[in-house]
């Protein structure tokens, strides 16, 4: 089946037009068809899948606007007129294909249709035929709303199907709603779906394979999706649940993998002499972990739908002339050298030690210093180019986002989501205990003390049997070895009062999450995160102000007025 099969749902067409037209009720609509009632699951599934096409649409830009206008990333002087736009603070007003917000609108108007003319309790064969379909559409309206929120600020809540000039203008002219008030309306939405652990999995929805692509991954899981609602919504304890059960789930236990980036030494530990081994991944198929959880499925050619051009931005390729728009930061290569590769090894049957990797006169270059995950997913090198040539001579590679899907989420993600949700707690050496040795009953016993397993219970528990050496890891091992060997990578044993404890492991997740999650558009937003919850803009102004290295003021000082983090919304036509 191919993304361009006919879909019965006939899209409610939203005007590309500049700045972010939300509903331009001049242009002529696209109305649905009266008779088409959704009572058949034939009917459902073309439905379902016209939601995933117009997902396609948003695709790209989920993932460059909340990568290219935090700190990992510049853009360089071939970026075009959209990209600067977009990194521009405040952000440019002018016609921006990054900023058509009623791209996301159509999404959510064909959401709402679906969800309007379903019923989830139709039954056959005492059956509830309709019911995951239904949920799955539940949870991408909510998806797309967190997006919303998180991009604009302040959005109109739109829960009805649009279908007439009339609505669209009465939406345009409703009251709009924060991130807040979206994350409240879709928790209390989608919490009466969540039955016990383990259920079955109603987020997914059964359509075998498309496009090559197992169709159970285009789709979010309920719980997920709560989890990180909760978190934007401070209600940090159901968002620690929430996660918890997700990865623990007895018929599909998630863990970590023991995927990483590693040296390769000889001997002698001379760390300059080696190579790297275990390039990292983060594909929709990991050898000892599901990394990729859920994405939007994109197509192999324009000719067939949309495609996505990440790519023509992050990396040197021929359709670009081989001019990158944006590469790793300043900043990015900082916080990737700040970091110790520490290795474990025997010196004697009775006695072990560990070694630092040097981080100076490395043959593989300076990319390799510190943490080893940006040295795994970029590249960049020097070709011999005539000097007439319209190509560039200097090549930038970001290799770890395949070019047939936009992730949305993938497993080491989720585990930091639910690190941060524990730190929030209050159990900050559970949280820490995600980064550094992974999650175990057998670890835990060890490595947090009984009053905080008594208090954080269940949301710490991690069967021996699912979640085992040979399947769990720390996050901060996936790039800097054998972490857990690490005597100086702990909690600073200075720290008394519970709030600095906290807000010292938060800072440690945050800074994990970038090392991770780098170029995956997680980065803005989890920056805004933080600073919302700790109400200090700082906290987002001061790391993006050094995205370059030095410190601009201007830049920080714009960006501690809140105004300034999100684009324009224009709701009248020019």
């Known amino acids: ?40 699951p034939e009917d459902t599934l073309y439905s379902v899948m ?18 290219l206008r935090g700190d990992l990333m510049q853009i360089t002087d071939r970026a075009t007129t959209d990209v600067q736009g977009i990194v ?15 791209d996301f609108y159509a999404v959510v108007n064909n959401c709402n249709y679906y969800i309007a003319n379903v019923n989830p309790d139709a039954e056959r064969m005492s059956k509830k035929y309709f019911r995951n379909e239904y949920i799955a559409v539940k949870v991408f309206r909510a998806w797309t709303y967190l997006q919303l929120a998180k991009i604009y600020g302040k959005v109109p809540l739109v829960l009805e199907p649009l279908l007439t000039v009339e609505s669209a203008q009465d939406a345009m002219n409703s009251q709009y709603t924060d991130i807040q008030g979206i994350c409240d309306y879709f928790i209390n939405d989608l919490s009466q779906y969540v039955g016990s652990k383990d259920d079955a999995d109603i987020e997914y929805p059964q359509y075998g394979s498309v496009n090559g692509f197992d169709s159970k991954k285009f789709f979010i899981p309920l719980r997920v999706i709560l989890g990180e609602m909760c978190l934007w919504a401070g209600r940090y304890s159901e968002a620690a649940t929430y996660l918890h059960d997700y990865l623990t789930k007895t018929s599909n ?6 995927g990483r980036m590693s040296w390769s030494v000889d001997g002698d530990y001379d760390f300059s002499k080696g190579g790297i081994g275990n390039s990292f991944t983060s594909t929709v198929t990991d050898s000892d972990a599901p990394s990729v959880i859920s994405f939007i499925p994109m197509e192999d050619s324009e000719f067939y739908g949309v495609k996505s051009l990440i790519n023509m ?4 390729v021929e359709n670009n002339n081989y001019y990158a728009q944006a590469i790793p ?46 040295y795994g997913s970029y590249r960049q090198y020097v070709v011999n180019q005539d000097i007439t040539s319209d190509y560039s001579s200097e090549r ?88 857990e060997c690490d005597k100086e990578y702990v909690i600073k044993p200075t720290l008394t009062a519970t709030t600095d404890s906290i807000v010292m492991v938060e800072d440690l997740i945050v800074k994990e999450m970038a090392l991770e999650t780098a170029f995956e558009g997680q980065r803005y937003y989890t920056l805004m995160r933080i600073a919302m919850r700790r ?31 999100y684009l324009p919304i224009e709701t009248k036509a020019k």
């Not at 900050?428 to 954080?456: P, Q």
């Not at 049997?465 to 901060?476: L, M």
């Not at 993006?544 to 300034?564: A, C, Q, V, W």
């Open 1 to 40: 089946m191919k993304m361009k099969d006919k879909i019965l749902i006939l899209l409610l067409l939203l005007s590309f037009m500049s700045c972010g037209k939300m509903l331009e009720t001049d242009s002529e609509l696209v109305e649905f068809a009266e008779d088409n009632k959704l009572d058949t």
């Open 50 to 67: 016209g939601i995933i096409r117009q997902l396609q649409v948003v695709a790209d830009r989920t993932v460059l606007l909340g990568e």
């Open 88 to 102: 521009a603070v405040p952000a440019s007003d002018k016609q921006n294909m990054y900023n058509r917000i009623s």
């Open 253 to 258: 236990p998630i863990t970590t993998g023991r």
């Open 313 to 316: 931005v992050y990396s040197s």
């Open 329 to 374: 930061s300043v900043a990015m290569r900082s916080i990737s050298r700040a970091e110790d590769y520490v290795m474990e090894y025997v010196v004697s049957p009775t006695k072990k030690d560990t070694i630092r990797a040097p981080k100076d006169n490395l043959s593989q270059g300076a990319l390799a210093a510190g943490d080893l995950r940006l």
């Open 396 to 483: 930038n590679m970001i290799t770890k986002l395949p070019t047939g899907l936009v992730g949305m989420y993938r497993s080491h993600y989720i585990y930091l989501l639910f690190a941060e949700a524990l730190c929030r707690c209050g159990y900050v050496n559970s949280a820490f205990a995600v980064l550094k040795y992974g999650l175990r009953n057998e670890e835990n016993a060890v490595r947090i003390h009984k009053a905080e397993r008594d208090a954080a219970g269940e949301l710490i528990n991690f069967s021996n049997d699912a979640f085992t050496t040979n399947n769990t890891i720390g996050i901060h091992g996936r790039g800097c070895g054998d972490s």
């Open 535 to 565: 109400n200090d803009n700082s906290y987002l102004a001061d790391p993006i102000s050094k995205r370059y290295g030095l410190k601009n003021d201007d830049l920080y000082n714009k960006l501690l007025n809140r105004d300034n983090w």
